[in-house]
């Protein structure tokens, strides 16, 4: 089994219920390893910290290779696509780019999900999101969605 795989393996099942694995990634050829966990309420240092000391232990315990690894944990970042629905429903209220597959974008702001799609407010020019129009977008369709930054 190879680092990666053993990684993604000991952080789903480590992760207390509220909390879940986004993704282990390690960049082509690079020496860092970085576990991006989520939770239903978001996730705090405490968590990140926690799941690095138990997977630390574990890796100190087997030997894969020669090679030493820089490793972090952390939350995805507010900068970073959602990659699960599981993370889609903290962001309830909250204005999102959605890109879909076709290439088009639509921004709107994030009001209802279900097994299916999600359904978008979209924002009049005039008027905000006062009286917005609905928008209903399927799983399928959606390529990458971005939370907007605000600074209101």
Same mark, same amino acid.
């Given at each position: 089994?190879?680092?990666? $795989?053993?990684? $993604? ?14 993704? !282990?990634?390690?960049?082509? #050829?690079? %020496? ?8 239903? $309420? #978001?996730?705090? /240092? ?10 630390? $232990? @574990?890796?100190?315990? &087997? ?5 030493? +690894? +820089? ?6 970042? !507010? ?5 699960? !629905?599981?993370? +889609?429903?903290?962001?309830? #209220? ?5 890109? &879909?597959?076709?290439?088009? *974008? /639509? &921004? ?7 097994? %299916? ?8 020019? @005039? ?13 399928? *369709? ?11």
């Amino acid at each position: 089994m190879d680092i990666i $795989t053993q990684i $993604t393996q000991w952080a789903n099942e480590m992760l207390p219920p509220h909390l879940f694995l986004v993704e !282990v990634e390690q960049k082509q #050829g690079a %020496k860092k390893i970085a576990v991006h966990i989520d939770g239903d $309420t #978001g996730v705090n /240092i405490e968590d990140c910290r926690a799941l690095s000391k138990a997977i630390n $232990t @574990k890796l100190d315990e &087997l030997d894969f290779g020669n090679e030493a +690894y +820089y490793f972090e944990v952390s939350s995805p970042g !507010v900068e970073r696509p959602l990659k699960l !629905v599981r993370q +889609y429903t903290q962001h309830l #209220g909250r204005e999102v780019l959605v890109k &879909l597959i076709g290439g088009n *974008e /639509i &921004l709107g702001k994030l009001h209802l999900i279900n097994d %299916k799609n999600i359904i978008l407010l979209l924002k009049d020019k @005039k008027k905000g999101y006062k009286d917005a129009t609905e928008k209903e977008i399927a799983f399928a *369709e959606i390529a990458q969605i971005i939370v907007q930054i605000s600074f209101k």
